[in-house]
């Protein structure tokens, strides 16, 4: 009995788990993405991928890796340009060796980014 709650306890903790969040931007054809928040041991993050995902897409997404710790906050507004999604954010980054050709992480000055939360045409994310 001990040795499968020792096993039930450790596949709970090694086991990655996954939350799927969809959202649309409004008046954007295919304005539709997920962001999955994933944690496994050591790691916590965000991948961001275009259309409505429900599994863990194999290409074709940006990963922010800096979703840790007590006070961790993803905070972005996601626009529609050119058929591309566009993740524009003022704080943190996207990792480098994940790109996509259609969700496109943008650093803008915090002015462009306090007006784009305020847009029609814009959909602003806050988890943590």
């Known amino acids: 009995m001990v040795v499968v709650a020792i096993s039930f306890l450790s596949w709970q903790i090694f086991i990655p788990k996954y939350e799927y969040h969809h959202y649309k931007i409004d008046g954007c054809q295919d ?27 194999a290409n074709n997404y940006i990963i922010d890796r800096e979703f840790s710790g007590f006070d961790a906050y993803f905070d972005v507004v996601a626009t529609c340009e050119k058929g591309q999604i566009v993740i524009n954010y003022h704080a943190g980054y996207f990792d480098p060796k994940h790109t996509s050709s259609e969700i496109i ?13 305020s847009s029609d045409k814009a959909k602003h994310i806050y988890l943590n």
């Open 31 to 57: 304005g539709d993405f997920t962001v999955v928040v994933y944690s496994k041991i050591g790691e916590r993050g965000l991948m961001l991928a275009k259309g409505i995902q429900n599994d863990m897409p």
């Open 105 to 117: 992480p943008k650093r803008v000055d915090y002015d462009t980014y306090d007006s784009l939360k």
